[in-house]
T-cell receptor, first 114, second 114 residues
Framework: NAGVTQTPKFRVLKTGQSMTLLCAQDMNHEYMYWYRQDPGMGLRLIHYSVGEGTTAKGEVPDGYNVSRLKKQNFLLGLESAAPSQTSVYFC?????????????FGPGTRLLVL | AQSVTQLGSHVSVSEGALVLLRCNYSSSVPPYLFWYVQYPNQGLQLLLKYTTGATLVKGINGFEAEFKKSETSFHLTKPSAHMSDAAEYFCAVREYTNAGKSTFGDGTTLTVKP
């Protein structure tokens, strides 16, 4: 049981390049989330998914797209990277979204956009 | 709308001293409250959570927090700090009406001096 895993762990992009971050969970969780963490700030929600084939916007969705084609995977895409997207990206999942459910976090992906 | 304020971005204590990390929240409905710990280059790990019932919640590593509705607070404490407690701590609030979306505070970095 690996929990929540993220690929890659670290990436450097040039402005305008694209990339996809992969989040995978093996806990059969329905809900998955993408957050970004910037220095001196807490995590901010980018997009989330309440089930396979469904996605929704979070607090800071601009410049990102997501897909949930399989229940266990949640992909975060950057179509044209910008320096403002330099951040640490965390994926999380939970069994339900009843509020009290524990969210399990991945180890993070560090992204540097030059 | 939900929000979280963590008072003090940096807290420094001596080993063996009391740890007190402050968190105040705002929520339009009864909230679920969480404390997470993040060690360097790692994801967030749940320390404890308050959902319903007993207002004093005990978590891992000797931490506890008390939900005080009248003060809209959920401060984190530990009677005796250990060097291994040095990390960043995040308070988070979640409303059961909000699809499980969490709002995080900006974090408090705890330093433990020998």
């Amino acid at each position: 049981n690996a929990g929540v895993t993220q690929t890659p762990k670290f990436r450097v992009l040039k402005t305008g390049q694209s990339m996809t971050l992969l989040c995978a969970q093996d806990m059969n969780h329905e809900y998955m989330y993408w957050y970004r963490q910037d220095p001196g700030m807490g995590l901010r929600l980018i997009h989330y998914s309440v089930g396979e084939g469904t996605t929704a916007k979070g607090e800071v969705p601009d410049g990102y797209n997501v897909s949930r084609l399989k229940k266990q995977n949640f992909l975060l895409g950057l179509e044209s990277a910008a320096p403002s997207q330099t951040s640490v990206y965390f994926c999380a999942s939970s069994y339900r979204a009843s509020g009290e459910e524990t969210q399990y976090f991945g180890p993070g992906t560090r992204l540097l956009v030059l | 709308a939900q929000s979280v304020t963590q008072l003090g971005s940096h807290v420094s204590v001596s080993e063996g001293a009391l740890v007190l990390l402050r968190c105040n929240y705002s929520s339009s409905v009864p909230p679920y409250l969480f404390w997470y710990v993040q060690y360097p280059n790692q994801g967030l790990q749940l320390l404890l959570k308050y959902t319903t019932g007993a207002t004093l919640v005990k978590g891992i590593n000797g931490f506890e927090a008390e939900f005080k509705k009248s003060e809209t607070s959920f401060h984190l404490t530990k009677p005796s700090a250990h060097m291994s407690d040095a990390a960043e701590y995040f308070c988070a609030v979640r409303e059961y009406t909000n699809a499980g979306k969490s709002t995080f505070g900006d974090g408090t970095t705890l330093t433990v001096k020998p």
